[in-house]
Nanobody
């Protein structure tokens, strides 16, 4: 079992930056691919970025060049640095942990709101 707690959301002006953090508790953080997803009002949840233990990152086209995902296995934490934020980035951002071998071992955080508005 893995528990995920996100933090760092808030209100920011267009062009600004935010850094989200997701702290994981439980077993074997390094064997999980960590990811960030987001869900805007009236839309489906979508992938933002993922990072497996080998550090090979993957990004949605909409955030490439603006967002950076990273992980610190010593702290059981994954981060999402968001720069050059746009109003369309407004959403609830969710942290996800997916076990690399067992598909049923998939966990979500409670979400953190990010609002980009002037």
């Amino acid at each position: 079992q893995v528990q995920l707690v996100e933090s760092g959301g808030g209100l920011v002006q267009p062009g600004g930056s935010l850094r989200l953090s997701c702290a994981a508790s439980g077993s074997s953080f390094s064997i999980y691919t960590m990811g960030w997803y987001r869900q805007a009002p009236g839309k489906q949840r979508e992938l933002v970025a993922t990072i497996p233990n080998n550090g090979r990152t993957n990004y949605a086209d909409s955030v490439k060049g603006r967002f950076t995902i990273s992980r610190d296995n010593a702290k059981n934490t994954v981060y999402l640095q968001m720069d050059s934020l746009k109003p369309e980035d407004t959403a609830v951002y969710y942290c996800n942990a997916q076990h690399v071998h067992y598909a049923y071992r998939n966990y979500w955080g409670q979400g953190t709101q990010v609002t980009v508005s002037s």
